[in-house]
């Protein structure tokens, strides 16, 4: 089955904004990992998009943007995804995230009640990746 995933590592955090109880996420780019079934051939890609939770709060301080993300967690009910996030991807009930970034202690950690990945344009290809 064909698969993509935004790779939380190495994507850059252009801007969190809070608006009421809306934290948004603005990922230019976030790098994308896609997978081919039957390959074991990944390409990489880039492409903007916001992560938008909704009847959220946020936990300190965020770190200054624009930031590159060192990785972390994404969650949405029961499951939790580390340094990635599937493509698409949407829910109600319990979000969250933890993200780490480079060259800051500082954590981006956020509580909500839905989170929305809004992706824009299309994807723009970078490389291949071949395993070793």
């Not at 109600?92 to 202690?105: I, K, P, Q, V, Y």
Request: proline share 7%; aromatic share 6%.
């Amino acid at each position: 089955m064909d698969s993509s995933t935004i790779e939380l590592p190495g994507s850059t955090i252009e801007s969190i904004r809070v608006e009421g109880d809306t934290v948004t996420v603005r990922f230019s780019p976030a790098m994308i990992i896609k997978t081919l079934s039957g390959s074991v051939e990944r390409t990489r890609w880039r492409q903007s998009g916001e992560l938008v939770f909704t009847e959220a709060t946020l936990e300190g301080e965020p770190p200054e943007t624009p930031v590159v993300c060192a990785g972390g967690d994404v969650g949405q009910s029961v499951y939790t995804y580390r340094d990635m996030i599937p493509l698409p991807f949407e829910g109600r009930g319990r979000a969250n995230c933890d993200l780490r970034f480079e060259g800051t202690d500082r954590r981006l950690q956020v509580v909500g009640e839905a989170v929305k990945l809004n992706m824009e344009d299309r994807p723009y290809y970078i490389e291949h990746i071949r395993p070793a």
